[in-house]
C-alpha cells in the first residue's frame, strides 16, 4: 500500500511541482530517463511522497526511459554537478527538484518540453516557487537552460566549459533570452 502524503505537504509549493513532474513522466509527458534519472529507492520515496495511488508506466514509454538512460549515461557527472549547482538556491523540502531540472537541462528539447510543461511561462512559474533566487538572478529573462550553463561558467565549476566568452558578444544573443512580456 502506497502512503498517502499529508495534506498540508501536498499543498507546499515544491510538493505540487514534484507531484506535477511525477504525473508528466508517468504519463509521457515528460522525457526522464527510467526512474527520472534517480537513484531506485530515490523514485520510489518520491512516488510514496506525492502520488495518492501508484500509476501504472506503459511497456512503450520504459522503452523510451532506457534509450534516455544510455543517451544521458555519459552525461552523470555534468547532470551530478548542475544538481549540486541547483540544490544551493533550492527552496527547503525542494529535493529532488534539483535533480529533475538537470536530467531535463540534458534533454534534446526546451527545458519545459523535456519537463513536460506546457509553456517556458509554466517553467518560470516552477523556478519562481522553488528557485526564487535563480529567478531575481535571470533577470534578463536568458532561457534556463542557457542561464545555468553560463552561470556554471561564470562560477568556474569544473568540466563544463562556456561556448561563448560572453553573452554580449555571442551571436547566438536573439536565442538565448526570451521577449519581454
Not at 555519459?74 to 534539483?98: D, H, I, T
Not at 509553456?119 to 516552477?126: A, H, T
Request: hydrophobic share 40%; charged share 25%.
Amino acid at each position: 500500500m502506497v502512503k498517502r502524503p499529508t495534506e498540508n505537504l501536498l499543498h507546499a509549493p515544491a510538493e505540487i511541482w514534484l507531484r506535477r513532474l511525477m504525473i508528466n513522466h508517468l504519463e509521457g509527458r515528460a522525457r526522464f530517463p527510467a526512474d527520472m534519472g534517480l537513484p531506485s529507492a530515490a523514485y520510489r520515496q518520491l512516488a510514496q511522497r506525492v502520488l495518492l495511488a501508484p500509476v501504472p508506466r506503459s511497456h512503450a514509454l520504459r522503452q523510451q526511459d532506457d534509450l534516455l538512460t544510455l543517451l544521458q549515461h555519459s552525461r552523470r557527472p555534468e547532470r551530478q554537478g548542475l544538481a549540486e549547482w541547483l540544490q544551493q538556491y533550492m527552496v527547503p523540502r525542494g529535493a529532488p527538484l534539483n535533480q529533475l531540472i538537470a536530467g531535463g537541462s540534458l534533454g534534446f528539447n526546451h527545458l519545459w518540453q523535456d519537463l513536460g510543461l506546457s509553456s517556458r511561462e509554466e517553467l518560470r512559474e516552477l523556478m519562481t516557487d522553488c528557485f526564487p533566487e535563480l529567478v531575481r538572478m535571470n533577470h534578463r529573462n536568458m532561457r534556463w537552460k542557457k542561464f545555468f550553463y553560463r552561470q556554471l561558467c561564470l562560477a568556474e565549476s569544473g568540466e563544463i566549459t562556456c561556448r561563448s566568452p560572453s553573452c554580449e558578444q555571442c551571436v547566438e544573443q536573439e536565442t538565448c533570452f526570451a521577449p519581454e512580456d
